[in-house]
């Protein structure tokens, strides 16, 4: 392979190429926006709003956990109860500051 110029033909072709890609303004904002991921992404986090539904369903997961755990002591129970409930309360707290946001506005 060699590592001269285009033939005039191809070159033309990558131009026309370009010149489409350029247009495609949902592309260019893509393009520009762009982010390499390293570790959390925290603003996708601090945007998080979650549903009334999410919420009542994470709430009712959790007291099932919760009330499980309490009567069988089963350590899986207890670790799911453990990982459910903080996302819970997370949820929450955030459908709660949205709803105190938009009753300022």
Known sequence: MTTGRLPHNEQHILDQMERALR???????QLRTLRLRRGL???????????????????AVSIG????????SEPGVIWAFAA?????????SRL??????????
């Open 23 to 29: 247009r495609d303004r949902r592309l260019d904002r």
């Open 41 to 59: 992404d925290l603003t996708r986090t601090a945007a998080y709003r979650p549903r009334p539904t999410t919420v009542g369903l994470l709430l």
């Open 65 to 72: 956990l919760l009330v499980t755990g309490i009567d069988t």
């Open 84 to 92: 459910v409930w903080p996302l819970a309360l997370f949820a929450v």
């Open 96 to 105: 709660l500051r949205g709803r105190a946001e938009r009753r300022r506005k």
